[in-house]
């Protein structure tokens, strides 16, 4: 299953709210996770089920969406989130988005 | 603490082979699922394979099917991924991540990733 996020790419300000948007070539009902990756570091998981935010994840960061069309918010943005986030759906064989690339 | 450390890349030949172990602690390996994500460099994130908390299923991505083989030890909570016939465009991080299987799935934690360098 195809995974399309957008934009590529976004330079925003701290305390800006942030919203990145992820659209399955299928219905992939609510199996779709986001992860913030920083550079040189492992992945992390911030969303899961489209909604669930992760134990000890900001409340800032939120997640929406079921069947093909999902988004990630991050209300407040913070220089600690400078990173790149990725979807991935697990409706069947996983397969990640091509990522969002926050620049502060 | 939940934790998974890869170990065994580096620098490989075209058509060569390398394995790579992912060492588990903090949880009970045996009753979760197991699988490598790898990222190529300036590239995205792409899932390669999956093995079942038993073992008994394994399951890869067409990239990489035919060629590398996902194995796992509960007895030494080892994860581990033999690659052969390698290839240039194998070159990335290798991330060891463990799936939780609930409501739905996800991938949680990942471990700090294994470089492997495909080049002659």
């Known amino acids: 299953i195809q995974m399309t996020q957008s934009p590529s790419s976004l330079s925003a300000s701290v305390g800006d709210r942030v919203t990145i948007t992820c659209r399955a070539g299928q219905s992939i009902n609510s199996y779709l996770n986001w992860y913030q990756h920083r550079s040189g570091k492992a992945p992390k998981l911030l969303i899961y089920g489209a909604s669930n935010l992760q134990s000890g994840v900001p409340s800032r960061f939120s997640g929406s969406g079921s069947g093909t069309h999902f988004t990630l918010t991050i209300s407040s943005l913070q220089p600690e989130d400078f990173a790149t986030y990725y979807c991935q759906q697990t409706y069947n064989n996983p397969t990640f988005g091509q990522g969002t690339t926050v620049e502060i | 603490e939940v934790e998974l450390v890869e170990s065994g890349g580096g620098l490989a030949q075209p058509g060569g082979s390398l394995r790579l172990s992912c060492a588990a602690s903090g949880f009970t390996f045996s009753n979760y699922a197991m699988n490598w994500v790898r990222q190529a460099p300036g590239k995205g994130l792409e899932w390669i394979s999956y093995?079942?908390?038993?073992?008994?299923?394994?399951n890869y991505a067409d990239s990489v099917k035919g060629r590398f083989t996902i194995s796992r030890d509960n007895a030494k909570e080892s994860l581990y991924l033999q690659m052969q016939s390698l290839r240039v465009e194998d070159t990335a991080i290798y991330y060891c991540?463990?799936?939780?299987?609930?409501?739905?799935?996800?991938?949680?934690?990942w471990g700090q990733g294994s470089l492997v360098t495909v080049s002659s």
């Open positions: 093995i079942t908390a038993s073992g008994r299923t394994t």
């Open positions: 991540v463990r799936e939780v299987q609930l409501q739905s799935n996800w991938f949680d934690p």
